[in-house]
């Protein structure tokens, strides 16, 4: 974990555990969220990052990730990168992005969203890069 602004985690275990140990004026100073596949387990272990409001690049990978949990992200206005590809995740948990209007880029690679989600990334004003390989929206 790199305190100036980035958890990066790629293999299971590791230091998303150590998360909830620090403090929290250190967690609202991350900007950069990479969680590769196997480095959680349940959307559980992500309730410390619920605080990091400033986080402009989200990058959760991996069956741990779906649905249920995707409100801690709600109120990220800030995110400009949001990638769930290889995800659990379907067309619900893209409601909880409503808010992040500087949304440059969503990578849905490989997940359940499907034609609804495509509806509510017209509000993304911003949005430059979409991906969607492999999912029923593509």
């Given at each position: 974990i790199k305190?100036?602004?980035?958890?990066?985690?790629?293999?299971?275990?590791?230091?998303?555990?150590?998360?909830?140990?620090?403090?929290?004026?250190?967690?609202?100073?991350?900007?950069?969220?990479?969680?590769?596949?196997?480095?959680i387990k349940s959307m559980d272990e992500l309730e410390p990052l619920k605080s990091c409001r400033?986080?402009?690049?989200l990058e959760l990978h991996g069956k741990g990730v779906g649905d249920?949990?995707?409100?801690?992200f709600r109120e990220y206005a800030a995110l400009e990168t949001l990638d769930l590809s290889d995800t659990s995740i379907a067309d619900i948990a893209m409601l909880n992005f409503a808010k992040c209007k500087n949304l440059t880029e969503l990578k849905l690679d490989r997940t359940k969203v499907s034609e609804i989600t495509m509806g509510n990334v017209k509000g993304?004003?911003?949005?430059?890069?979409?991906?969607l390989a492999n999912t029923l929206a593509s």
């Open positions: 305190l100036g602004g980035t958890v990066e985690v790629y293999a299971g275990g590791g230091p998303i555990s150590e998360l909830s140990k620090l403090p929290r004026e250190s967690l609202c100073r991350l900007i950069v969220v990479r969680l590769g596949p196997d480095a400033m986080v402009r690049v249920i949990g995707m409100d801690r993304y004003k911003q949005l430059r890069h979409l991906s």
